[in-house]
């Protein structure tokens, strides 16, 4: 486990010697190695378990080294870059010729961004360049939102962990594709279709489902090691609840009635009513109850307006 500048200082010393090493963002952590080397762009996908034909994000410096990576940058993209870099934004572009097939799995697009952390921040100053960083955790399991879940989940399999304490937000970063007529959101995340609408000043899409190749666009992703069901508020009673379960919940109805049915305190993890707090938990939260080591968890279907997508999304990718 790496700490403070002397853990950024070894950090970089790894990554010039094509290492991977999990780095803290403001989302989750991502599991970092040169992205313009193809032999340490190919231990993430080893490190992880990931098919090689799955796009990864590359994490730049500042976004005046958008045009090494990508090309027929739109000006929306200077917009965005602009009003919400550094931060939890990818952009979906158009690649660079220079910028290799294995970072984007086979693909002529490339998501980039500027993460916020201050010690990425400073690793990727220091090192000079682009880093591909998928979350820090083997494929479809549980994004690590704390340096702890990315030793359980990656201990033996990667050279080093920086510990920068638990991710601001708790959940991937919004990706907008721009490489069409009309931007389109194609991972719900913290940045949310407002915020870039006013930004852009026009219309932009967010499909519930979409056939474009990025992270986390699979139908079984995010998933603990147990078993995951979501119910309604009204499913939670004693004929319908599974025996040997833990549950995750939000409302204070919810918990009344569980407590009511004899569950104990500490079988029931309550979650923030609104959708930032719950965001920021949920990871860590699903961490917690996979500890139980129970036959089934249980969600309670958190709300379904807009400003709810990013939670909805990864919690029915969970459920797969």
């Not at 880093?131 to 030793?151: D, F, G, H, M």
């Not at 962990?161 to 601001?168: I, M, Q, R, S």
């Not at 474009?212 to 319908?240: C, D, F, K």
Request: proline content about 8%; some cysteine; overall charge negative.
């Amino acid at each position: 486990m790496l700490r403070g500048s002397e853990g950024v200082a070894r950090a970089v010393e790894l990554l010039h010697q094509g290492e991977c090493v999990a780095l803290p963002t403001e989302t989750v952590y991502g599991l970092a190695a040169d992205a313009s080397d193809d032999d340490a762009v190919g231990r993430i996908f080893t490190a992880k378990g990931r098919p090689t034909n799955h796009p990864l994000i590359v994490h730049i410096p500042s976004a005046e080294h958008l045009d090494h990576w990508a090309t027929d940058i739109p000006s929306s993209a200077r917009l965005l870059a602009e009003a919400c870099w550094p931060g939890p934004l990818t952009l979906l572009l158009r690649k660079s010729a220079s910028t290799s097939y294995a970072v984007t799995g086979g693909l002529d697009t490339i998501g980039l961004r500027v993460p916020a952390h201050p010690l990425f921040s400073a690793v990727l100053v220091a090192f000079g360049s682009g880093l591909a960083a998928p979350s820090a955790n083997r494929y479809k399991a549980l994004s690590p939102t704390s340096a702890e879940q990315v030793v359980d989940c990656l201990d033996g399999r990667i050279a080093a962990v920086l510990d920068g304490g638990p991710c601001e937000y708790g959940l991937e970063s919004t990706i907008v594709d721009l490489t069409g007529e009309v931007p389109r959101i194609v991972r719900a995340g913290p940045v949310s279709r407002q915020q870039v609408q006013a930004v852009l000043g026009c219309p932009v899409e967010m499909p519930e489902e979409h056939d474009v190749i990025v992270p986390g666009n699979v139908r079984a992703h995010y998933q603990p090691r147990t078993p995951l069901i979501m119910a309604s508020l009204e499913e939670m009673t004693g004929e319908s609840l599974p025996a040997n379960a833990g549950y995750m919940i939000f409302s204070a109805q919810a918990r009344a009635q569980l407590l009511a049915l004899g569950l104990a305190p500490d079988e029931i993890l309550q979650l923030p009513t609104d959708p930032v707090g719950y965001g920021k938990r949920l990871y860590a939260s699903l961490h917690a109850l996979d500890q139980l080591e129970r036959d089934v968890l249980v969600v309670e279907q958190p709300p379904t307006d807009e400003t709810w997508t990013a939670v909805n999304d990864r919690l029915r990718r969970a459920v797969g």
